[in-house]
């Protein structure tokens, strides 16, 4: 027997255990929900088979929340981006040249 065929013959084996084991959960399972189908027929609950409640009613509908609930934060009703006029652009601080960046940082670091 070559090496790989001994390695597939160990998959094959654990396969078929894993899908043997599955088929047992399955009917394991199978069993506990028959008995209890039939504990509910013996109790006199008559439920139609497939309608399952998780909640007795359904929840209040939600409305706002997030982004919405603040006048001032109302994403979708915004100007657009912003095109800066001339006295907009006068008014800013022209950027520092190297030097001057590097003078202030020499004197930072003393």
Do not use: C, W
Not at 26 to 43: G, M
Not at 54 to 82: F, H, M, S, Y
């Amino acid at each position: 027997m070559s090496f790989f065929s001994s390695i597939k013959a160990k998959y094959d084996s654990r396969k078929a255990e894993k899908k043997a084991k599955r088929e047992s959960k399955i009917l394991s399972k199978e069993a506990k929900t028959d008995s209890s189908v039939a504990a509910a027929a013996s109790s006199g609950q008559n439920q139609p088979e497939g309608e399952v409640h998780i909640l007795p009613v359904p929840g209040p509908p939600q409305t706002g929340g997030g982004l919405n609930t603040n006048p001032d934060l109302e994403i979708r009703k915004g100007a657009g981006p912003v095109i800066p006029t001339a006295e907009m652009l006068a008014g800013i601080e022209q950027p520092k040249t190297r030097e001057e960046l590097r003078a202030r940082a020499e004197e930072l670091n003393r």
